[in-house]
């Protein structure tokens, strides 16, 4: 599992940015490999957003980014940020005890 993480800055308004990424998220939840994600706002600067995605591994997560229908997602949203994407794989996990 990979875990792709991108910090977005949005320059244009935040609910044509969530809707736009609420279409980009229908986009990759039907592709291969795909997990799952999440879409977080700074609590404290409204511009600032962060989005968490799990994959099953990095040759599905690129697929997905390549994949020519993929290309207007991306345009569309630069149109109203600026981003910060990359990929990780997981070095420690641990969870709380209860």
């Known amino acids: 599992m990979v875990t792709f993480i991108n910090r977005f800055t949005v320059t244009g308004p935040a609910e044509e940015f969530e809707r736009l990424f609420d279409d980009t998220s229908a986009f990759f939840r039907d592709r291969p490999g795909f997990l799952s994600h999440r879409l977080l706002r700074h609590t404290e600067q409204p511009g600032s957003y962060v989005n968490v995605a799990e994959w099953a591994d990095a040759e599905s997560f690129r697929a997905a980014v390549t994949h020519p229908d993929f290309a207007p997602h991306a345009a569309a949203l630069r ?14 996990e641990r969870t709380a005890n209860r």
């Open 79 to 92: 149109t109203l940020s600026t981003s910060e994407p990359n990929l990780y794989a997981s070095v420690m």
